[in-house]
């Protein structure tokens, strides 16, 4: 499917009614190759999208929008104990969630409601609940956009970080996800080590994968807007690391600054906490705000411009490089 002067509102979750000049929806993997082969031969800017879920539009886009509806989901390998997926990249995050916990399939329950689709989440390797995609991918099948030729990365190749892989830095805008291979285990042993969930299953002794997936639906939809009442594209920062003696000094100051360990040297701290103690919880501006059940994500009240809500990142930002000395990084892309 190929439109022009296409509206980009239901593909962007912050609610932007904006526009892109072409935008070109494919179903299989050849076609994907028959655009970039033949209609992609000038300099038009492309810019391939997956849900939205992720993506701060700026203004209008003068080039052409891809999107994959690939869908197609089959077993490549199975064990006694595991299963391995070769799943579509169009395909929305949660279903897939939603059909493996059904048949009993472990792995994915934590990620349940990311509104992510899966070419997306192995890119921007997604995480909640003490699980990232990162650690259940095989291998990330691509096609590269110069030449329209396939490249099967493995995982470790794909040089996933929190939030990151070789996607987002070294080789971005050169490939594009088409199929991931996702590793499932038949014997399933929830991960309830993450507090917010533990003590949601706190009665339950012996909690299946279906009891985990319905406790973090529960939490996300207790803590997070849901897009589709009020624009948002989830965690607007990501989590900034920093040493710890650094993490210890601030500790002197502010005494219930919560953290993470990463290394011996390293510590994360919740973005959440910082921004909140600048004073920006449920703060709003116009029509743009901080929500106020968890201030890392920025909301459209409705009818609000790209602009209101880079206004707000930024003095966010500001006051938290100049309250606590620290840089936060957008984990929301800026298009
Ligand atoms: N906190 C506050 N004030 C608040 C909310 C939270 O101080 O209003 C502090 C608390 O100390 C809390 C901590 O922040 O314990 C962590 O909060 P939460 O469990 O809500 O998680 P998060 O670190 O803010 C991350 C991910 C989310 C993911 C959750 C659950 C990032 C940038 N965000 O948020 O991912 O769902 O953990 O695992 O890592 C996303 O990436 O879009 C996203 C929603």
Redo the contacts with the bound molecule.
């Keep these: 499917m190929k439109k022009h002067n296409y509206s980009l509102l239901p593909h962007n979750s912050f609610g932007f009614d904006i526009e892109a000049d072409t935008f070109v929806d494919y179903s299989t993997e050849a076609e994907l190759i028959d655009f970039l082969r033949h209609n992609n031969a000038d300099d038009t800017p492309l810019l391939h999208i997956g849900g939205g879920n992720?993506l701060l539009f700026t203004g209008d886009f003068a080039g052409t929008v891809l999107h994959s509806s690939i869908k197609d989901i089959s077993v490549t390998d199975e064990t006694d104990d595991s299963i391995t997926l070769r799943v579509g990249s169009g395909v929305v995050f949660d279903d897939l969630c939603r059909y493996t916990v059904e048949h009993n399939i472990g792995g994915l329950e934590n990620l349940s409601l990311?509104p992510s689709e899966v070419g997306a989440a192995a890119i921007q390797n997604?995480?909640?609940?003490?699980t990232e995609i990162k650690d259940l991918i095989t291998k990330v099948d691509t096609i590269e956009i110069a030449t329209g030729k396939r490249r099967t990365f493995t995982a470790a190749e794909c040089m996933y970080g929190y939030?990151n892989s070789i996607f987002k830095t070294a080789l971005a805008g050169q490939y594009i996800v088409v199929y991931v291979g996702i590793c499932l285990t038949k014997n399933p042993k929830p991960n309830i080590e993450?507090?917010?969930l533990r003590n949601e299953l706190a009665d339950n002794k012996e909690p299946s994968i279906y009891d985990v997936r319905q406790a973090v639906i529960h939490i996300?939809n207790a803590?997070?807007p849901d897009p589709k009442v009020l624009g948002n594209a989830?965690?607007f920062?990501?989590?900034p690391y920093c040493t710890r003696s650094y993490y210890e000094d601030l500790r002197r100051k502010y005494c219930d600054i919560?953290h993470y360990d990463i290394s011996e040297e390293e510590v994360k701290i919740?973005?959440?906490?910082l921004i909140?103690r600048c004073g920006f919880?449920g703060i709003r501006y116009g029509n743009v705000g901080a929500y106020d059940?968890?201030?890392?994500?920025l909301v459209n009240y409705g009818g609000a411009t790209p602009d209101e809500v880079i206004a707000l990142a930024d003095n966010i930002e500001k006051s938290v490089l100049s309250e606590f000395g620290i840089s936060l990084e957008r984990?929301v892309i800026y298009v």
């Design positions: 992720n990311i997604i995480g909640a609940y003490g939030r993450y507090a917010a996300r803590k997070l989830g965690s920062f990501k989590n919560p919740p973005a959440a906490y909140e919880k059940k968890q201030p890392l994500v984990e």
